[in-house]
């Protein structure tokens, strides 16, 4: 069963900020929201991921809303090289990864 | 730093042949997972391991055995190949809990 949702694609002009929004309405107490992403048929490549507060590294900014039954990736300055698939994930901590559908983020020149 | 190195690259097998992948884990990592990658799909859980044991399964075929071994090396056998095992696969470690790092994949073709 999937434990998220996302819109399939995404466009963002280079250089500009990309703001991917995730659903997981379901969500349950213990479990931390993760993302990764895919660049073409590469292995997936951790992001970031958080419990309840927001989240910030050198590659990214995760907004989780107070409810925590959504979540925003935050790409702040997005390049050609950021086009992938990305997936958003709930799990905990020491559990597999179930893939969804994720984003197709395309980057646009 | 070091990475999670998979072997082969690439393999090409005929139908009903078997296959192994190797996967050798960043040092330290006690947690190995393997997944599947058809073509245009997403990756597909096939089976994990924490310090030499089976810790989960996923929709892994019958065909498909794996292990891993003393010094965290695992190996995924795959037998009676069929067309539709043609895809990527990926390996990934971690020192559990934590994030996973995966592999760059094999890409087995069955002809």
């Known amino acids: 069963d999937a434990k998220t949702t996302q819109p399939p694609s995404m466009d963002c002009a280079e250089g500009r900020a990309a703001n991917l929004p995730c659903n997981h309405s379901?969500?349950?107490?213990?479990?931390?929201v993760y993302w990764y992403r895919q660049i073409h048929s590469q292995g997936p490549q951790y992001i970031i991921h958080g419990l309840k507060n927001n989240e910030t590294n050198e590659m990214a900014s995760l907004i989780i809303t107070e409810d925590r039954k959504s979540s925003t990736l935050i790409l702040p300055h997005a390049t050609l090289r950021d086009t992938a698939v990305y997936y958003c994930?709930?799990?905990?901590?020491?559990?597999?990864?179930?893939f969804g559908k994720g984003t197709r983020l395309h980057i646009l020149p | 730093a070091a990475g999670v190195i998979q072997s082969p690259r690439h393999l090409i097998k005929e139908k009903r042949e078997t296959a192994t992948l190797k996967c050798y884990p960043i040092?330290?990592?006690?947690?190995v997972y393997w997944y599947q990658q058809g073509p245009g799909q997403d990756p597909q859980f096939l089976i994990s391991?924490?310090?030499?044991?089976?810790?989960d399964k996923g929709s892994i075929p019958d065909r498909f055995s794996a292990q891993q071994f003393s010094d965290y090396h695992s190996e995924l056998n795959m037998s009676s190949l069929e067309l539709g095992d043609s895809a990527l696969y990926f390996c990934?470690?971690?020192?559990?809990?934590?994030?996973?790092?995966f592999g760059s994949g094999t890409q087995l073709s069955v002809l």
């Open positions: 391991f924490y310090e030499k044991m089976q810790s």
């Open positions: 379901t969500i349950s107490g213990n479990e931390y």
């Open positions: 994930i709930v799990r905990q901590r020491d559990d597999k990864i179930i």
């Open positions: 040092p330290r990592h006690d947690t």
């Open positions: 990934a470690s971690s020192p559990r809990p934590e994030k996973l790092f």
